[in-house]
């Protein structure tokens, strides 16, 4: 048992301290498990001011550099001035976004924020065609496979089953007219049981993901840092 007995890496090392700093940052906000406190807040603060930090790094290294100041000074250099001005107008449009910080200026704002969204509206509304549309057009299955064109996925049975709870849950939101029919009331009920099954998959999925991060997490302080059956 001596094997198991904790004895924790030492910091006098790089990558000692690396462990020792993750092993703090996460018994910090473990403790959040007993009550608010100090610790907790430090290192929550911490973490939100590091992928503040990262986000702006990232920003400037991934898209002000490679995709505005070089085409602007590449274009100024080879004198390609359509290349300048749309960097120029791209400067332009995200500094109105400063308009918001003044009381006289921040109609500025409104006009890149107006572009903003329409532009991201368009993009949503393309998105969502090209993703809805292909799983409406995959629903339309046929209960009827031939036996040579039959898979795993693909055959009678699955393709029955996939129908009936198609239609059951859609049912369930057909609100166009009272659901008095006891046809269609019982549709309703089948497909209200179907789809808690399913956010019942999609919760347990959620809190699997959340355990296997915790497991990850104890068994790093285990091995890594008290270097338990080292």
């Known amino acids: 048992m001596t094997g198991w007995l ?22 910090a906000i473990f403790s959040f498990l007993f009550r608010e406190n100090r610790a907790y807040r430090f290192a929550e603060h911490t973490l939100l001011g590091l992928g503040i930090g990262f986000g702006v790094a990232t920003t400037i290294t991934d898209i002000i550099i490679p995709k505005w100041w070089n085409p602007l000074t590449e274009g100024w250099g080879q004198g390609h001035w359509g290349m300048v001005a749309l960097a120029l107008t791209e400067l332009l449009l995200g500094l109105l976004w400063y308009g918001l910080y003044h009381r006289r200026t921040v109609w500025l704002s409104r006009i890149v ?9 368009g993009l949503a509304f393309k998105a969502e065609i090209n993703d809805k549309l292909p799983q409406i057009i995959a629903s339309f299955k046929s209960p009827y496979v031939p036996a040579a064109e039959a898979t795993a996925f693909n055959n009678p049975v699955s393709n029955t089953v996939f129908v009936v709870v198609m ?10 007219v009272e659901q008095r029919h006891p046809v269609l009331r019982t549709s309703s009920r089948i497909g209200r049981v179907f789809l808690m099954l399913t956010f019942g998959v999609f919760f347990s999925n959620a809190i699997m993901t959340r355990m296997s991060v915790f497991i990850e997490r104890v068994w790093f302080l285990l091995t890594q840092w008290l270097r338990m059956g080292a």
Do not use: K, R
Request: avoid cysteine; charge should be neutral; proline fraction near 7%.
């Open 6 to 27: 904790p004895h924790p890496v030492s910091p006098f090392s790089y990558q000692g301290l690396t462990i020792w700093l993750g092993a703090v940052a996460t018994l």
């Open 167 to 176: 239609l059951a849950v859609l049912s369930y939101f057909f609100f166009s």
């Open 113 to 121: 924020m107006g572009l903003s969204i329409g532009a991201g509206a």
